[in-house]
């Protein structure tokens, strides 16, 4: 089970930090990734990062203002949002997959075995 927590109401320019808890055991084989999806809108990569936390990547629309990072110690993965903008509004997803190669990451979202519920980030301008 996932469960995102951090979203909420801000201005452009704020920053928000997300938060995704993995119940169970073997966080630290799993591959971790962010999706979001507006309203009207397919849902989108945002960030991957592999299990080790050496790899990641990220879509072109958040790269150099989201960093992703895991803290396997406490099954928890981050999407630190900077520099926030109207288009960022969105419902975020994290997911999951296991993965047997610690430098492993994917942007594909059918690649991903579990999903959290999404948390809601509304930026206004």
């Known amino acids: 089970q996932l469960v995102e927590s951090g979203g909420g109401s801000v201005q452009t320019g704020d920053s928000l930090r997300l938060s995704c808890v993995m119940s169970?055991?073997?966080?630290?084989?799993?591959?971790m990734g962010w999706f979001r999806q507006s309203a009207g809108k397919e849902r989108e990569f945002v960030a991957t990062?592999?299990?080790?936390?050496?790899?990641?990547n990220y879509g072109n629309s958040v790269k150099g203002r989201f960093t992703v990072s895991r803290e396997n110690a406490k099954n928890t993965v981050y999407l630190q949002m900077n520099s926030l903008r109207p288009e960022d509004t969105a419902v975020y997803y994290c997911?999951?997959?296991?993965?047997?190669?610690?430098?492993?990451?994917?942007?594909?979202?059918?690649?991903?075995?579990?999903w959290g519920q999404g948390t809601q980030v509304t930026v206004s301008p």
């Open positions: 997911a999951a997959v296991y993965s047997m190669t610690g430098d492993y990451y994917t942007s594909a979202a059918d690649e991903y075995r579990w």
């Open positions: 990062i592999s299990w080790s936390g050496g790899s990641s």
């Open positions: 169970g055991r073997f966080f630290g084989r799993y591959v």
